[in-house]
């Protein structure tokens, strides 16, 4: 298969294909046995920071499914080896030294990703050669309210206290982490690119701890800077917040390709607020997948169906999928939406 020509490719730059293509946020992960069984052998970071290991884990999904497209194994959070910022995950992540004052910000270090993350880019050059054939690759990057707020609260956070709180108090500190950030990433994408990456998406995986008159105001300018010039890279972006109910306008009013839908809004109405002209991923709520399996291809069906509305389509859940998924149960969701 030519990449160029693969569904996934087609529908992302916005052209109807005769059945729509479909990948699976996280389905290189943990409810796979055989990558259980690499993960027995190494830690999570020793994988991230193998190359050969992650075009093996990237592979395994697609040789169990008749996926449209892979996607790179790494983590957002390690684009902190670009600036010295020490993060554990045992098992969720943990930042030792989190990063909450003036001076602790000018102590961080902004280096080159596309020379201290070598390793990525050899993963994702190793990943492509795996993949050259079968499917396009996906790089990726976390959104710079994302990463920054592992930064500053130390690990994941159910309010947000210590971001808000710099947001709100601090707001120059804050502002200068985000600009900062974004040229970071920027340059991690690029690195991704030219190591073979055919498409990218953007996780902004905590859009929801904001308000969308916050998220909009100091926010959104850096989101569209990063989709921005990603887009100048010459590659499909995929921008997903989650928590998107809120932020999806604003979502579309940046220059993705596609604009990722998340599980909680019907796919049709999230079509109302983009516009048919835009092209959508999304976006089935992952814990279908752990119901009957009846339940599962009708609500795959219904997705499908409303996706029609848009200028093209490409199917994902709503977020990434469980790690108490059957594997026979993704594989039905994958057959349903190729039907």
């Known amino acids: 298969m030519d990449e160029d020509e693969s569904s996934f490719l087609r529908a992302c730059r916005g052209n109807r294909t005769q059945r729509t293509p479909v990948w699976m946020m996280r389905q290189a992960g943990r409810y796979l ?84 993350l070598r390793y990525v880019m050899d993963a994702v050059r190793a990943c492509k050669r795996a993949v ?45 982490l985000m600009s900062a950030m974004t040229s970071l990433l920027v340059q991690y994408l690029q690195g991704q690119v030219e190591a073979g990456a055919d498409a990218i998406q953007i996780f902004d995986s905590w859009a929801g701890a904001l308000t969308p008159q916050d998220y909009r105001a100091r926010v959104l300018p850096h989101v569209d800077r990063l989709v921005r010039e990603a887009r100048g890279f010459g590659v499909p972006v995929i921008m997903f917040a989650r928590g998107n109910a809120h932020h999806l306008e604003g979502i579309a009013s940046t220059d993705a390709d596609v604009i990722g839908v998340d599980w909680t809004m019907g796919l049709s109405t999230a079509i109302d607020v983009v516009g048919e002209d ?46 108490h998924t059957d594997p026979e149960m993704a594989k039905l969701m994958i057959d349903t939406v190729h039907e």
């Open 33 to 116: 046995p055989e990558y259980r069984a690499v993960r027995e052998k190494v830690s999570f970071l020793e994988l991230c920071r193998a190359p050969q290991l992650c075009a093996e884990v990237t592979m395994q999904p697609l040789e169990r499914f008749d996926l449209d497209a892979a996607i790179l194994f790494s983590d957002i959070l390690v684009v902190f080896d670009a600036m010295g910022v020490d993060v554990e995950f045992a098992p969720g992540p943990r930042l030792p030294n989190p990063v909450r004052t003036t001076s602790d910000v000018a102590r961080l270090r902004w280096g080159d990703p596309r020379e201290e």
């Open 132 to 176: 050259t054939g079968r499917a396009p690759l996906i790089g990726f990057c976390g959104a710079p309210l994302t990463i920054i707020s592992y930064l500053i609260e130390g690990g994941g956070s159910r309010d947000f206290e210590h971001t808000k709180r710099m947001l709100f108090s601090a707001p120059e500190v804050f502002e200068g």
């Open 278 to 323: 835009r092209v959508v991923q999304g976006n089935l709520d992952p814990m279908l997948l752990l119901g009957a399996p009846e339940t599962l291809v009708a609500r795959t069906r219904e997705v499908v169906a409303a996706g029609r509305r848009a200028r093209a389509h490409v199917f994902n859940l709503g977020h990434g999928i469980s790690r």
